[in-house]
C-alpha cells in the first residue's frame, strides 16, 4: 500500500511565522502535489512537483513557496504565515500525474494561524 | 481554466441510490475521469475512475455521456457510512492540470 505522510495533523502558529509542512511518499512517485481545502472551495493546488528539484506553480501559489530535494519529501513552506492562511492542507502523491492515475493523499494538516 | 462544478450538498436515506453529477466543460481529450471519497479529517481516497460510457465496481457505477463534458457517480442504496464529500477530478485541456470539482456533502438519514 502507499503510504502518504504528513509530518503534523494539526498546527498553531502565528502570524508573520515561517511554516514548514511535509510530505512524505514512500511509492517512489515522481509527482507531488500540495492543496488547500476550504469549506466551500473544495481542493486548491498550490504547487506540484513532478521531479527532483522541479516544481510548478498550481491555482493559488500566492504566499507559499515549496522544496523537493529527495524525490520521496515535498515541502510547503509559508515564509510569513497570514491569518488567510488557516486552512487544511493536503500532500498528495502520483506516479505520473495524469487524471488516469490514482491520487494517495496525506492524512492533512490543520493549520491555524493566529 | 476548466470549470468543474458539482452541488454543494445533497441529502439521501439509508438504502435509496444517490447520484452526483459533475460538470467539466473542458476536460482534456486523453485523460480519464476520476472520482474521490473524503471522510472528515482524511486525505480523500480513490473509488471509481472511467474515461468514457459506464464503468462499475464493487463499490459504484460511472456514467459518462459520449461528449465526456460531465460524469454522474452513482452510488446504490447508501448507508450512513457513505456520509462524506466526493469530488471529481478530471485533466484541464488547456493548461494540462488536474482540476478537482468543488465537491459535494452527501448526508445520508436513517
Known amino acids: 500500500d502507499v503510504k502518504v505522510t504528513q509530518s503534523s495533523r494539526y498546527l498553531v502558529k502565528r502570524t508573520g511565522e515561517k511554516v514548514f509542512l511535509e510530505c512524505v511518499q514512500d511509492?517512489?512517485?515522481?509527482?507531488m502535489f500540495w492543496y488547500r481545502q476550504d469549506p466551500g472551495l473544495g481542493l486548491r493546488l498550490i504547487y506540484f512537483?513532478?521531479?527532483?528539484?522541479?516544481?510548478e506553480k498550481g491555482d493559488i501559489p500566492e504566499g507559499y513557496s515549496v522544496s523537493r530535494e529527495k524525490k520521496e519529501r515535498f515541502s510547503l513552506i509559508l515564509e510569513s504565515a497570514s491569518t488567510n492562511q488557516t486552512s487544511m492542507y493536503l500532500c498528495?502523491?502520483?506516479?505520473?500525474?495524469?487524471?488516469?492515475?490514482?491520487?494517495?493523499f496525506g492524512p492533512g494538516t490543520r493549520l491555524l494561524v493566529l | 481554466l476548466a470549470k468543474t462544478t458539482q452541488p454543494i450538498s445533497m441529502d439521501s436515506y439509508e438504502g435509496q441510490e444517490v447520484n452526483i453529477t459533475c460538470s467539466h466543460n473542458?476536460?482534456?481529450?486523453?485523460?480519464?475521469i476520476t472520482w474521490y471519497q473524503q471522510f472528515p479529517n482524511q486525505g480523500p481516497r480513490f473509488i471509481i475512475q472511467?474515461?468514457?460510457t459506464k464503468v462499475t465496481n464493487e463499490v459504484a457505477s460511472l456514467f459518462i455521456p459520449a461528449d465526456r463534458k460531465s460524469s454522474t457517480l452513482s452510488l446504490p442504496r447508501v448507508s450512513l457510512s457513505d456520509t462524506a464529500v466526493y469530488y471529481c477530478?478530471?485533466?484541464?485541456?488547456?493548461?494540462?492540470?488536474?482540476?478537482f470539482g468543488t465537491g459535494t456533502r452527501l448526508q445520508v438519514f436513517p
Open positions: 511509492m517512489d512517485h515522481e509527482n
Open positions: 477530478l478530471v485533466g484541464d485541456e488547456n493548461t494540462d492540470k488536474l482540476i
Open positions: 498528495a502523491s502520483v506516479p505520473s500525474g495524469r487524471a488516469q492515475e490514482t491520487q494517495y
Open positions: 512537483s513532478y521531479d527532483v528539484k522541479m516544481k
Open positions: 473542458n476536460i482534456a481529450t486523453n485523460d480519464y
Open positions: 472511467g474515461y468514457k
